[in-house]
């Protein structure tokens, strides 16, 4: 069984900066060959994706409201995916979920095959 714990939310004003961190454990040496996932959720609406990266690190994917602006990285010596969010806006609030596919080391969007997931962190953006 995969423990994913997310870190780093918070209050942030408009056009501030957060990195979200994901931690895993209990993935014994198979993190590297996951591929993770971020997604959020803001009230009343349905859980989305954000961002996603192989399980090598070298293929991120973005949501297109956020590309160029997030940025997700990943160390696998440690475990943990990274989400670096700049630029915020108001409608970056959400819950944010981080999300393990254990069954292919490519990025794939829809939420249903992500096997394992964090219990959320909130991010809070004023204007």
């Known amino acids: 069984q995969v423990q994913l714990v997310e870190s780093g939310g918070g209050l942030v004003q408009a056009g501030g900066s957060l990195r979200l961190s994901c931690a895993a454990s209990g993935s014994g040496r198979t993190f590297d060959t996951y591929a993770m996932g971020w997604f959020r959720q803001a009230p009343g609406q349905e859980r989305e994706f954000v961002s996603g990266?192989?399980?090598?690190?070298?293929?991120?994917a973005y949501e297109d409201s956020v590309k160029g602006r997030f940025t997700i990285s990943r160390d696998n010596l440690k475990n943990t995916v990274y989400l670096q969010m700049g630029s915020l806006k108001p409608e970056d609030t959400a819950v944010y979920y981080c999300?393990?596919?254990?069954?292919?080391?490519?990025?794939?969007?829809?939420?249903?095959?992500?096997?394992?997931w964090g219990q959320g962190t909130q991010v809070t953006v004023s204007s």
């Open positions: 990266i192989n399980w090598s690190g070298e293929i991120p």
């Open positions: 999300a393990a596919d254990r069954w292919t080391g490519w990025v794939r969007r829809e939420i249903h095959v992500y096997d394992y």
